[in-house]
């Protein structure tokens, strides 16, 4: 099992105010949003096994088995194996988006502290799923969005001097978003390494270190 997977996973989330998954998950009903304990159990199924091996060797029948559930109750709140992980994702990101993240015409060193501080106290709470989805062996579609989620954040808050507009402007906003991603990754792998507070410290004072804000 990887370093960061706990022998007993955390339940994952509930938000009772979950946004409705669209597109491909047809299985996904309004069962699946009630809080059930057979859906969390096949999603701790399914994320033990996801620890120990890649996805395309999960099968339906091993998380049912390791579950206790039968394949129909599988298939009453997910369309497939990677579904499972979709979900997981989804419910991340939305929790994620939930939080006030929104741009301030004045940003400051403080509120750019403020949101870096929310989204790392909610990444580090999870620490058993995000530390493995954005590890070498996650799924790099999750790496991608949690890069495009800082963004905005990054964006808002590019000192004068970066670029106005235009693709330069978007590479710098990959740079610190790529930076970002990287060190959170690596913070997550060793528990207990560095705590959280000194986390945030580092993250204003070297990844953000040229970014102009004005200290209140």
């Given at each position: 099992?990887?370093?960061?997977?706990?022998?007993?996973?955390?339940?994952?989330?509930?938000k009772?105010?979950?946004i409705?998954?669209?597109?491909?998950?047809?299985?996904?009903?309004?069962?699946?949003?009630?809080?059930?304990?057979?859906?969390?159990?096949?999603?701790?199924?399914?994320?033990?096994?996801?620890?120990?091996?890649p996805?395309?060797?999960?099968?339906v029948?091993?998380?049912?088995?390791?579950?206790?559930?039968?394949?129909?109750?599988?298939?009453?709140?997910?369309?497939?194996?990677?579904?499972?992980?979709?979900?997981?994702?989804?419910?991340?990101?939305?929790?994620?988006?939930?939080?006030?993240?929104?741009?301030?015409?004045?940003?400051?060193?403080?509120?750019?502290?403020?949101?870096?501080?929310?989204?790392?106290?909610?990444?580090?709470?999870?620490?058993?799923?995000?530390?493995?989805?954005?590890?070498?062996?996650?799924?790099?579609?999750?790496?991608?969005?949690?890069?495009?989620?800082?963004?905005?954040?990054?964006?808002?808050n590019?000192?004068?001097?970066?670029?106005?507009?235009?693709?330069?402007?978007?590479?710098?906003?990959?740079?610190?978003?790529?930076?970002?991603?990287?060190?959170?990754?690596?913070?997550?792998?060793?528990?207990?390494?560095?705590?959280?507070?000194?986390?945030?410290?580092?993250?204003?004072?070297?990844?953000?270190?040229?970014?102009?804000?004005?200290?209140?």
């Open positions: 099992m990887c370093k960061v997977c706990w022998t007993k996973t955390r339940d994952f989330p509930q009772s105010e979950r409705t998954m669209q597109g491909e998950h047809t299985a996904v009903s309004a069962r699946e949003r009630r809080p059930s304990q057979a859906r969390e159990k096949l999603i701790r199924a399914f994320w033990r096994l996801y620890c120990t091996g996805i395309d060797k999960i099968t029948r091993e998380i049912t088995a390791l579950a206790g559930y039968s394949r129909a109750t599988f298939y009453e709140y997910f369309s497939g194996v990677r579904d499972v992980l979709t979900h997981i994702e989804d419910e991340f990101f939305d929790r994620i988006n939930a939080m006030d993240q929104s741009p301030n015409e004045a940003p400051s060193y403080e509120q750019l502290t403020a949101h870096m501080s929310d989204i790392l106290s909610f990444a580090e709470e999870y620490q058993e799923y995000v530390a493995v989805l954005l590890s070498d062996r996650g799924d790099p579609s999750f790496s991608r969005r949690f890069k495009d989620m800082l963004k905005p954040l990054i964006e808002a590019l000192p004068p001097q970066a670029p106005r507009y235009g693709r330069e402007r978007d590479l710098v906003c990959e740079f610190y978003a790529s930076a970002l991603t990287s060190t959170i990754a690596a913070w997550l792998a060793d528990p207990g390494g560095v705590s959280l507070e000194r986390f945030i410290v580092f993250q204003m004072n070297y990844i953000f270190r040229g970014f102009s804000l004005t200290q209140t």
